[in-house]
């Protein structure tokens, strides 16, 4: 399958994926709502709910404004909103992002996970001064943006889009953890 498909095509596929159509989700799915137009925390967390959290997980994006409306009529979890368990947080002085929240929460100790969320946290979060965050966390900046731009602003398809690019971040999480791998051609 390509990833890369048009508009009208990658809508269909993300209703497909995301929505449910032709797929029986199992009993303890969740809903899942939170703003519209996420960038880098909140498709990575919805990443992040999908493949360790709850498989058959069904996402809603809604204005901001409606987010807490939306929980509550769909009996759904919100998340990456204030106010909320889910979304960003201070600890000792530092910043963490509402995928370190679904880490800890689900108490996720996969450590390749771990690795990830310094990337997804230095591309999402307002850090300064020292940092625990990833050289690459600018490269997936500069990539969410250009999905979202690619998807229209369309949520769904924006998952659909960049849920490749998390599967090989893990991946590549994995690797580097490896017998202590580094990346040959880093720039420092």
Same mark, same amino acid.
């Given at each position: 399958m390509s990833y890369l498909v048009s508009n009208t095509e990658g809508r269909a596929m993300a209703r497909f994926i995301f929505e449910? #159509?032709?797929?029986?989700?199992?009993? +303890?799915?969740?809903?899942?709502?939170?703003? &519209?137009?996420?960038?880098?925390?909140?498709?990575?967390?919805?990443w992040l709910i999908k493949n360790f959290?709850?498989?058959?997980?069904?996402? &809603?994006?809604?204005?901001? #404004? *409606?987010?807490? *409306?939306?929980? #509550?009529?769909?009996?759904?979890?919100?998340?990456?909103?204030?106010?909320? #368990?889910?979304?960003? $947080?201070k600890e000792r002085g530092n910043e963490y992002i509402t995928f370190d929240?679904?880490?800890?929460? $689900? *108490?996720?100790?996969?450590?390749a996970l771990h690795e990830l969320a310094k990337i997804v946290r230095g591309a999402d979060a307002r850090l300064s001064g020292v940092t625990d965050s990833a050289p690459e966390a600018r490269g997936l900046e500069a990539a969410a943006i250009g999905y979202r731009i690619m998807a229209s602003e369309?949520?769904? &398809? +924006?998952?659909?889009?960049?849920?490749?690019?998390y599967d090989a971040l893990y991946r590549y999480c994995q690797w580097l953890l490896e017998e202590g791998r580094e990346v040959e051609h880093s720039v420092h």
């Amino acid at each position: 399958m390509s990833y890369l498909v048009s508009n009208t095509e990658g809508r269909a596929m993300a209703r497909f994926i995301f929505e449910g #159509e032709n797929h029986c989700p199992s009993k +303890n799915a969740m809903n899942w709502v939170t703003a &519209e137009k996420g960038m880098v925390d909140r498709i990575a967390s919805s990443w992040l709910i999908k493949n360790f959290v709850d498989r058959d997980a069904h996402f &809603e994006f809604v204005s901001a #404004e *409606k987010v807490r *409306k939306a929980a #509550e009529d769909l009996h759904a979890t919100p998340f990456d909103i204030d106010g909320v #368990e889910l979304t960003h $947080y201070k600890e000792r002085g530092n910043e963490y992002i509402t995928f370190d929240a679904i880490l800890r929460k $689900y *108490k996720i100790k996969d450590q390749a996970l771990h690795e990830l969320a310094k990337i997804v946290r230095g591309a999402d979060a307002r850090l300064s001064g020292v940092t625990d965050s990833a050289p690459e966390a600018r490269g997936l900046e500069a990539a969410a943006i250009g999905y979202r731009i690619m998807a229209s602003e369309n949520d769904h &398809e +924006n998952m659909l889009l960049q849920f490749p690019l998390y599967d090989a971040l893990y991946r590549y999480c994995q690797w580097l953890l490896e017998e202590g791998r580094e990346v040959e051609h880093s720039v420092h």
